[in-house]
């Protein structure tokens, strides 16, 4: 069985040898770019995604099957007509009122004399997505939010040059909703303080933490410019943002938002301060080493409610396994580690979900 993968161009050499602990003679097929390979393994699709389901898979972003290969012709009106009609043949009828998604990437390639397709992904997803909710099934688009349903019908469909690729999975078995890290997580039409926002909208998306809008007390460190404050001052917390660094100015403005502009090491040992705060939620994305991340975290747990979440980005700029292992060794002590992903806004770092024990 073949399945195209995703991952950080940084972080390749991990996911492959995430992939060969599932399946040892798992192998690359091909590349279609820094961040996008084809594989091949051994292994059923079934028992492949329940491999997958059981083990902690941190660097790979998103996997999709591949069950159909074929040529598309380069001409939209043939090509809508020739991939609705391989999923039609292909795949098992979508049912009424099931969840469905259509999900296409096109990688131009050399076949078409250098020229990218006069036709976009959207194309062939309206057309398919069209069809399909004509036979009753119910479209669920990422377009606008992060979503992470695990119950969606996902066809994956591929193109590169003038070949397809075309593969039908559950949503909860491609790792990450949707395959598309640029159009499922921005922003549109939101005003940002920094695209670090993403990522903290991603996190607390693809981890189901629901922060309601009453708020509470959230204390973020490594705050500045802001855009993780921002979103918790979204959902009603009010915020000590720690940082040495400039916070943007319409969150100092903001009488929710109280800025200590410092490093954390300067406050977080202070006696006073850990009897004086309670925080219902702390987030990190500190540049500072993982063991250095770590400490700090360790230092703030009595300030952090029990059984309270955090959020933390660990930096990964040396040996990433390494980073990981160091931090989540010494988290353990006060945290139980609930989940650790290379996501899309991640660049060399992975987003930590920890809960104080
Ligand atoms: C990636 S940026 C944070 C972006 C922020 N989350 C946002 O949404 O805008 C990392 C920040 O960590 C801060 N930082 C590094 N070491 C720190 C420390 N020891 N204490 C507090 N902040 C620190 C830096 O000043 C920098 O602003």
Known sequence: ???????????????????????????????????????????????????????????????????????????????????????????????????????????????????????????????????????????????????????????????????????????????????????????????????AENKLTEALAKYKIDLGEKGGHALDIGAAPGGWTNVLLQHGFFVDAVDPGDLNPVLLANPKVKHYKCKIENIAQAEEFAKEHKYDIIVDDMNVDPEATAEIMNILTPCLKDNGLAIVTIKLPGNPEKGIKNAVEKLSKFYNILKINNLFHNRQEVTTLIQKK
């Open 1 to 195: 069985m073949q399945y195209i993968i995703t991952y950080s161009p940084c972080f390749i050499k991990n996911a492959l040898k995430e992939l060969k602990l599932l399946d040892e003679h798992i192998c690359i097929v091909k590349d279609f770019c820094e961040n996008m390979s084809l594989i091949e393994t051994k292994f059923s699709q079934d028992d492949f995604q329940q491999l997958l389901c059981k083990n902690n898979i941190i660097f790979l972003k998103h996997l999709a099957p591949v069950s159909v290969i074929g040529q598309i012709s380069g001409n939209l009106d043939e090509d809508k007509q020739i991939l609705l009609q391989e999923i039609l043949k292909s795949f098992p009828q979508v049912k009424l009122g099931e969840k469905f998604a259509i999900q296409t990437r096109i990688c131009a390639g050399e076949t078409f004399d250098k020229s990218p397709l006069n036709y976009s992904a959207k194309d062939i997803e309206v057309y398919v997505g069209t069809y399909l909710t004509d036979l009753g099934g119910v479209p669920t688009f990422s377009d606008k939010q992060i979503i992470s349903d695990e119950d969606v019908n996902v066809f994956s469909i591929f193109i590169n040059a003038n070949t397809f690729y075309i593969g039908n999975s559950l949503s909860l078995f491609n790792l990450n909703f949707s395959c598309d890290e640029y159009r499922i997580s921005s922003n549109k039409g939101k005003r940002e303080i920094s695209r």
